[in-house]
């Protein structure tokens, strides 16, 4: 999916992950950003691997990418991008440097769930990515308390912003464990 606009100083916001399946709480995230914070747009980064997970328990990337541009639904705001695949990356802070490279006029900030922020000190040169971009946590069942007393959020409370959300019930691990 190409992911250009002509209009100069758009917010986007960057969704990144495995979407292992994609579901309606990565739907839920992205439509409450896009009122909460005014964004233009918000991308699915599908990513080709998370370097955190077991390939094992991966769903082909082709499925993934399918199962979101199904769950984003007929929001013509969310696009589904499999743009880390052709950059050849596999680290956030790649493709977070390389999107600013590719567009220098566009205004990018990180949106994740609660659970993701508990991962965040694991990622590639995560101060750079807190460098780089604001990083909007929405909340989850069960991860406030955790998120909010992180290593991360407690030493860069001034580039992450808690969001205290209605939750969505879905997760990507509770889809696959029902399939099975």
Same mark, same amino acid.
């Given at each position: 999916?190409?992911?250009? /606009?002509? &209009?100069?100083?758009?917010?986007?916001? *960057?969704?990144?992950?495995?979407?292992?399946?994609?579901?309606?709480?990565?739907?839920?995230? /992205?439509? %409450?950003?896009?009122?909460?914070?005014? +964004? $233009?747009? @918000?991308?699915?980064?599908? /990513?080709?691997?998370?370097?955190?997970?077991?390939?094992?328990?991966?769903?082909? =990337?082709?499925?993934?990418?399918? /199962? $979101?541009? &199904?769950?984003?639904?007929?929001?013509?705001?969310? &696009?589904?991008?499999?743009?880390? $695949?052709?950059?050849?990356?596999?680290?956030? @802070?790649? %493709? *977070?440097?390389?999107? &600013?490279?590719? =567009?220098?006029? !566009?205004? =990018?900030?990180? +949106?994740?769930?609660?659970?993701?922020? +508990?991962?965040?000190?694991?990622?590639?040169?995560?101060?750079?990515?807190?460098?780089? @971009?604001?990083?909007?946590?929405?909340?989850? $069942?069960?991860?406030?308390?955790?998120?909010?007393?992180?290593?991360? #959020?407690?030493? #860069?409370?001034?580039? %992450?912003? !808690?969001?205290?959300?209605?939750?969505?019930? =879905?997760?990507?691990?509770? %889809?696959? +464990?029902?399939?099975?």
């Amino acid at each position: 999916m190409g992911l250009r /606009s002509t &209009k100069i100083g758009l917010k986007i916001g *960057l969704l990144g992950g495995s979407f292992n399946p994609a579901h309606a709480g990565h739907l839920h995230i /992205s439509e %409450i950003a896009l009122k909460k914070l005014g +964004l $233009a747009q @918000v991308w699915w980064l599908v /990513s080709p691997q998370n370097p955190l997970k077991p390939r094992t328990e991966m769903m082909d =990337f082709e499925k993934r990418f399918a /199962s $979101a541009v &199904k769950a984003k639904g007929q929001n013509p705001k969310i &696009k589904v991008s499999d743009i880390e $695949a052709k950059f050849g990356t596999r680290y956030t @802070v790649d %493709i *977070l440097r390389r999107l &600013k490279a590719k =567009f220098p006029h !566009y205004e =990018f900030v990180w +949106l994740m769930g609660a659970d993701n922020l +508990l991962q965040l000190p694991k990622w590639k040169n995560w101060q750079e990515i807190l460098r780089l @971009v604001p990083i909007h946590v929405f909340d989850r $069942a069960q991860f406030f308390h955790q998120a909010v007393s992180s290593r991360a #959020y407690s030493q #860069y409370k001034g580039r %992450i912003t !808690y969001h205290n959300i209605r939750k969505n019930p =879905f997760s990507a691990t509770g %889809i696959r +464990l029902t399939k099975r």
